[in-house]
Structures are given as C-alpha cells and as structure tokens.
C-alpha cells in the first residue's frame, strides 16, 4: 500500500501561483511513477502531469504554465502552478503507478484525497 497526502491548494487571483505537494508514505517512493490529476465540478478527471520514478522524464496535459518535480529523499511529489486562470479551479489528485509514466488514470494503483484549488478572476 502507498499513502498519499495532499496539501497547498487554496484560493488564489488568476494570474497568481500555487505549489502543491504529494507525500508519499507505505512503500519505496522511487519504485513509482507520480502523476497529478484534477476534476473540476461536473466534469471527468483529467490528467495534468507525470513524472518518471527517476525524475528524469515528465509528461504535461498542457506546456508551458504547470511543473511537475519529484524529491525522492522527501517522498514528495510537487506540482507548481503558474499564471493560473479561473477554469484551472479543481480538486487535484496526486497518484501513483508502478508500470509506467503514463496519462491514463486507469493505469494508477493508489491516489490521494485530493486539494482544491479555487482561483478568482
């Protein structure tokens, strides 16, 4: 079993920033591949971002405004957020995948319980 928390969602004006983290407890966190995941009221889950077991490999919905980064020796995972806009509002989920670094929810063994993130325009 792999534990995931999450935490640093809040409110924020678009245009602003926020980072989140994804703790990581249970078994060795480098054996996973991380991804961040966020669903908005009413709509499906969506992927946002993955990253390799090393690190060393990321993958994004979208380039450009969000960053993914991993701290093995801190079983964190992080996601910083940047220019946000109001239609970036979501709870985000952080999880993780032993296989692969992949975009497909379904492919995620263990998930957090979710931060959300509201952003005022």
């Known amino acids: 079993q792999v534990q995931l928390v999450e935490s640093g969602g809040g409110l924020v004006q678009a245009g602003g920033s926020l980072r989140l983290s994804c703790a990581a407890s249970g078994r060795t966190f480098s054996d996973y591949a991380m991804g961040w995941f966020r669903q908005a009221p009413g709509k499906e889950r969506e992927f946002v971002a993955a990253i390799s077991r090393s690190g060393g490999s990321t993958y994004y919905a979208d380039s450009g405004r969000f960053t993914i980064s991993r701290d093995n020796a801190k079983n964190t995972v992080y996601l910083q957020m940047n220019s946000l806009k109001p239609e970036d509002t979501a709870v985000y989920y952080c999880?993780?995948?032993?296989?692969?670094?992949?975009?497909?929810?379904?492919?995620?063994?263990?998930w957090g319980q979710g931060t959300q993130v509201t952003v005022n325009s």
């Open positions: 999880a993780a995948n032993r296989v692969i670094m992949t975009s497909r929810a379904r492919d995620y063994d263990y």
